[in-house]
Structures are given as C-alpha cells and as structure tokens.
C-alpha cells in the first residue's frame, strides 16, 4: 500500500503561480498529476519517473514543471502563468509497474486532492 498526501493548493490570480506537493510513503518508480473539473473527466497532467523522465500534456507545456525530491518521495508540480481554465481539483497519483504514462486507469494509488483556483 501507497499512501499519497497533496498539500498546497489555493487562489491565485491569472497570471499567478503556485507551487503544489504530495508526500508518498515510499518511493514510487512512477507518480503523476492529474486534474478533473467537476462533472467531466479525470485528466492526466505530468508524470515523473525514478529516472527523471517527465511528459506533460499539451495545455500545460512552458508552464507547469513536475519534479521530485532526491528520496523520490515527494513530488512538486510548481505552476506558472495560470490561467483560470487550470482552475480543478488536482490529485496526486502514483503506479508501480515499470510502465509510466497520463492513463488515468492505469493508477494504482491516489491522494485526496488539492483544489487550485485561478481567477480573471
């Protein structure tokens, strides 16, 4: 069992920035930020591997930067520019198979959620 906990989230203005965590209770060979707005789908962000490997989705290049700590286990994602449309819930996600990838059922273990808000 993974236990994932976010922390950081907030209000910010557009244009702002902030900066979330999620603390894991053991390193995680793969762990991911996802977002979901309510009514719609959970939806992939970034993800970082042991290794340093990081993807991220279209939306979000240029201003997002996903990282982790040297114990890999403690995962960031500092967000800049923020545009209201990044206003969600974001969850902290983590799989341990040596696959990693914004596949939200591919998941194993979850956070609670932190809630970002970018207003105009």
């Known amino acids: 069992q993974v236990q994932l906990v976010e922390s950081g989230g907030g209000s910010v203005q557009d244009g702002g920035s902030l900066r979330i965590s999620c603390t894991a209770s053991?390193?995680?060979?793969?762990m991911a930020w996802f977002r979901q707005v309510p009514g719609t789908e959970r939806k992939g962000v970034a993800y970082?591997?042991?290794?340093?490997?990081?993807n991220y989705v279209d939306s979000v290049k240029g201003r997002f930067t996903i990282s982790r700590d040297n114990a890999k286990t403690t995962l960031y994602l500092q967000m800049n520019s923020l545009k209201p449309e990044d206003t969600a819930m974001y969850y902290c996600?983590?799989?341990?198979?040596?696959?990693?990838?914004?596949?939200?059922?591919?998941?194993?273990?979850w956070g609670q959620g932190t809630q970002v808000t970018v207003s105009s």
């Open positions: 970082i591997t042991t290794g340093g490997s990081t």
């Open positions: 996600a983590a799989r341990t198979d040596s696959v990693c990838s914004l596949n939200t059922n591919s998941f194993s273990y």
């Open positions: 053991k390193a995680i060979y793969c």
